[in-house]
């Protein structure tokens, strides 16, 4: 079975661009969840997508939203970037309630 | 929210020895509680969960112990190799959102 995909590996953007990130969950799972990644301060949840509704969101600036497809494929983008938003994005799946989370590799993103 | 703190932040053992670490969360209403291995490069992967109900689980090398009336959670690694050498972090689910530790990173000498 494959894992969760992430897309792409790494990104780099200037300030005030907009950036998209994909994310293909593992088959079967309809749960999709985003996170921040940044050194020392852990994983923050971003939002979580079941059935391409969001379920749950963190508390994060409106310039990050996501959405979720059909076929469970997510994606999420961030807005107008800011320096601090450089950070590793994860993605995560599960199948639904979100309890065993898979993660994939994430996508490392630089704001300069 | 939820609030968790994981301590150490880092932490170096001798191969053979023990290594824990610990987490304190701040919600009683938490009811799942993760532990996540994270490698250079890679995302995080699930090594072992206990649910609120759960005092203890193991899983040959590792275990997992909840205390409920504390608010505390430790992950156990016992025998410890230098595969074992990674970023951990403790996880709490509240309401079906996730809230992370700020990881602890061990170093396995050998």
């Known amino acids: 079975k494959a894992g969760v995909t992430q897309t792409p590996r790494y990104l780099i953007k200037t300030r005030g661009q907009q950036v998209t990130l994909s994310c293909s969950p593992i088959s079967g799972h309809r749960s999709v969840s985003w996170y921040q990644q940044t050194p020392g301060q852990g994983l923050q949840f971003l939002f979580e997508?079941?059935?391409?509704?969001?379920?749950n969101k963190g508390n994060f600036p409106g310039r990050f939203s996501g959405r979720q497809f059909s076929n469970s494929r997510s994606e999420m983008n961030v807005s107008t970037l800011e320096l601090g938003d450089s950070a590793l994005y994860l993605c995560a799946s599960s199948y639904g309630t979100p309890e065993k989370l898979f993660f994939g590799s994430g996508t490392q993103l630089s704001v300069l | 929210g939820e609030n968790v703190e994981q301590h150490p932040s880092t932490l170096s053992v001798q191969e053979g020895d023990s290594a824990v670490i610990k987490c304190t969360y701040s919600d009683s209403a938490s009811n799942y509680f993760p532990w996540y291995k994270q490698e250079l490069g890679k995302g995080p992967q699930l090594i072992i969960d206990i649910r609120s109900n759960v005092g203890e689980k193991k899983d040959q090398r590792i275990a997992v112990t909840l205390n409920k009336t504390a608010k505390h959670f430790s992950l156990h690694i016992t025998e410890t190799q230098p595969e074992d050498s990674a970023v951990y972090f403790c996880a709490a689910r509240l309401a079906n959102q996730f809230y992370f530790g700020t990881g602890t990173s061990l170093t396995v000498i050998p």
């Open positions: 997508y079941f059935s391409e509704t969001q379920r």
